[in-house]
Antibody, heavy 125, light 108 residues
């Protein structure tokens, strides 16, 4: 059974930092691209960032709203996905989901087969 | 940036057909998938690559895509289908995944 468990959410001050983790099990983690998707309270889904499988070149992708502030990474030895969030803003307040992609590199054929349960990030003074 | 537009809400009577549209520039040339999200739960994939259903998804869920519009159809809608639905595609010009604005389906 595929399972993904996010952690690391909580309350942060504007300008502060948080590091989210997503522990995966039940599938070959190293063979799938992974993404973070967020959902602000009462709002829709928004893709945040993606990382390809580890290879000669591990590719990372970021939405414009987080580029330069967030960093996605993965540790295949621990089956864990990370999101380092710096320079947090009030508009980053959301539930953050990790999502397992169908493909090895995000692309047209990609889609999110499985999702974690999410972790809440609140940015407030 | 690429945008996907959905109607905010769709109402349907039990047993009837619900159609949810997703509009975007030349969307028919891209692959589209659909997710269902019930209150307090994580999204669940219900359609991928325009028309395919993952295992475990009821046959009453179907998808189509042409021109600038993709459509999710729920035939014989049941009370359990009441949820928010999101379309999603890949924008190759920016290398972004893009979600639609979301549609709340109410079964009256």
């Amino acid at each position: 059974e595929v399972q993904m468990l996010e952690s690391g959410g909580g309350l942060a001050q504007p300008g502060g930092s948080l590091r989210l983790s997503c522990a995966a099990s039940g599938f070959s983690f190293s063979n799938h691209a992974m993404s973070w998707v967020r959902q602000a309270p009462g709002k829709g889904l928004a893709w945040v960032s993606a990382v390809s499988v580890t290879g000669i070149t591990t590719r990372t992708y970021y939405a414009d709203s987080v580029k330069g502030r967030f960093t996605i990474s993965r540790d295949n030895s621990k089956n864990t996905l990370f999101l380092q969030m710096n320079g947090l803003r009030a508009e980053d307040t959301a539930v953050y989901y990790c999502a397992k992609d169908r493909v090895v590199v995000p692309a047209a054929l990609g889609y999110f087969q499985d999702w974690g349960q999410g972790t809440l990030v609140t940015v407030s003074p | 940036s690429y945008e996907l537009t959905q109607p905010p809400s769709v109402s349907v009577s039990p047993g009837q057909t619900a159609s949810i549209s997703c509009s975007g520039d030349k969307l028919g040339a891209k692959y589209v998938c659909w997710y269902q999200q019930k209150p307090g739960q994580s999204p669940v994939l219900v359609i991928y690559q325009d028309t395919k259903r993952p295992s475990g998804i009821p046959e009453r869920f179907s998808g189509s895509s042409s021109g600038n519009t993709a459509t999710l159809t729920i035939s014989g809608t049941q009370a359990m289908d009441e949820a928010d639905y999101y379309c999603q595609t890949w924008d190759s010009s920016t290398s972004f995944y893009v979600f639609g604005t979301g549609t709340k389906v109410t079964v009256l």
